[in-house]
């Protein structure tokens, strides 16, 4: 099977840098992807690892370790709108994502 | 730019009714697939369609079915609904097969409600 962990919450305030962690076990994985839901709303796409590594954009960055099977997303400056739930995503050989079960991230004033 | 396109946003049945919920990929994308959202839950993977094939199947119910039409659009089925079937059902589309870097960006729409009552 596959399985997904990520921490239930992140509380930080603007400005700052947090990190978001993602460990999985799945079989066929040939990816880590990461998006973001505001409440209410449909999750978009952030960022894509497939190999070992950071990938930056922008304020966001992702990070893979396939060999620890673990990956997180950091975001910087944290702005008020950058509050919501964050899911880390694993793709697999067959033709499905599964999802995390999210982090919600609270940005204080 | 298009974007994915689901149809109707909002719907309420009562319990054993059925509802069929529609799709409309981005164009030229040629995988779409079905998650269903419950309130503070993570998105769980229904079903995926590739060229108009299923090409995996996650935790959908057997009272559930999907298919992809000639024109790539799809539509969820659901029959003798229940009261845990109410959530938010999304649906995403993406381009390329599996390991190709173009597959792993899903587009997903605005979802679709459903209350069962």
């Known amino acids: 099977g596959q399985s997904l962990e990520q921490p239930s919450e992140v509380t930080a305030v603007e400005g700052a840098i947090v990190q978001i962690n993602c460990t999985y076990q799945?079989?066929?994985?040939?990816?880590l992807s990461w998006y973001q839901q505001h409440d209410g709303g449909a999750p978009t796409f952030l960022s894509y690892?497939?190999?070992?590594g950071l990938e930056e954009t922008g304020r966001f960055s992702s990070f893979l370790s396939r060999s620890d099977s673990y990956g997180y997303l950091l975001l910087q400056e944290l702005q008020m709108k950058d509050s919501a739930s964050y899911f880390c995503?694993?793709?697999?050989?067959?033709?499905?994502?599964?999802f995390g079960p999210g982090t919600r991230l609270s940005v204080l004033p | 730019a298009a974007g994915v396109i689901q149809s109707p946003r909002h719907l309420i049945k009562e319990k054993r009714e059925t509802a069929t919920l529609k799709c409309y990929p981005i164009?030229?994308?040629?995988?779409v697939y079905w998650y269903q959202q419950g309130p503070g839950q993570d998105p769980q993977f229904l079903i995926s369609?590739?060229?108009?094939?299923?090409?995996d199947k996650g935790s959908i119910p057997d009272r559930f079915s999907a298919q992809q039409f000639s024109d790539y659009h799809s539509e969820l089925n659901m029959s003798s609904l229940e009261l845990g079937d109410s959530a938010l059902y999304f649906c995403?589309?993406?381009?390329?097969?599996?390991?190709?870097?173009?597959?792993?960006?899903?587009?997903f729409g605005a979802g679709s409600r459903l209350t069962v009552l």
């Open positions: 799945t079989s066929g994985f040939y990816g």
């Open positions: 995403a589309s993406s381009t390329g097969t599996s390991g190709y870097s173009g597959a792993n960006v899903l587009t």
């Open positions: 690892n497939a190999l070992d």
């Open positions: 369609f590739y060229e108009k094939m299923q090409s």
């Open positions: 164009p030229r994308h040629d995988t």
């Open positions: 995503a694993v793709g697999n050989y067959g033709q499905n994502f599964v």
